[in-house]
């Protein structure tokens, strides 16, 4: 089944504890994204990847790291979290042009 | 600044009635506008997209209208059910292949 998968759905942290929320897509697609999802905001781009070792800043970076050394994962890292960073994320990947298919989602909260 | 603005953020709707949600962007070459339907607990999922050199795309119960010269779009549903209660969001697609997403309607369909 195609499938993009996040883990884990759901986090508790605290202020300044680093963590990686992971994505994996079994589509071979070459573009992934990571997008944090805020009431009354929508969906906002953090980063995004256009191929393996290929990354750029969404509109939203700052906070955030990715990498891209393989073709099927995306991690975001958080190397500090802040209590602004509670949110909902979303990694999504796609076909160059084509339509993108989103993962699950993560719950993070950092108190 | 790319920007995609969505509205109304909520609607009530009566079974049967049509719901109607409307988006404008602005300033910038976007080739494709896609609508994604979230349900609760769920990714943001293709729902149905049109690209700039159509007016007008039907697929079932849904239907987007797009007029270029006012830069304006919106996606109606026709003989909504309760089923279609969830977030919906009107993206745009720039030519580099980002998303620039709206702000969200949670549509609410009444028995």
């Known amino acids: 089944e195609a499938q993009v998968t996040q883990n884990p759905r759901y986090l508790i942290t605290v202020t300044g504890k680093k963590l990686t929320v992971t994505c994996s897509q079994n589509m071979n697609h070459e573009y992934m994204s990571w997008y944090r999802q805020d009431p009354g905001l929508g969906l906002r781009q953090i980063y995004y990847?256009?191929?393996?070792?290929?990354?750029d800043k969404g509109d939203v970076p700052e906070g955030y790291k990715v990498s891209r050394k393989e073709k099927r994962n995306f991690p975001l890292i958080l190397e500090s979290p802040s209590p602004n960073q509670t949110s909902l994320y979303f990694c999504?990947?796609?076909?160059?042009?084509?339509?993108?298919?989103f993962g699950q989602g993560t719950r993070l909260t950092v108190v | 600044q790319q920007q995609v603005k969505q509205s109304p953020q909520s609607l009530i709707v009566q079974k049967g009635g049509i719901s109607i949600i409307n988006c404008a962007y602005e300033?910038?070459?976007?080739?494709?506008f896609p609508w994604y339907q979230q349900f609760p607990g769920k990714g943001p999922a293709l729902l149905i997209a049109i690209r700039p050199d159509v007016s007008e795309k039907k697929e079932g119960r849904f239907t987007i209208s797009f007029n270029k010269s006012a830069k304006q779009f919106s996606l109606h549903i026709m003989d909504s059910q309760p089923g279609d209660s969830a977030t919906y969001f009107c993206?745009?697609?720039?030519?580099?292949?980002?998303?620039?997403f709206g702000q969200g309607t949670e549509l609410s369909v009444k028995p």
């Open positions: 990847s256009m191929n393996v070792e290929v990354t």
């Open positions: 993206a745009a697609r720039n030519q580099g292949g980002k998303l620039i």
């Open positions: 999504a990947s796609s076909l160059m042009g084509q339509r993108a298919f």
């Open positions: 300033n910038t070459a976007f080739d494709y």
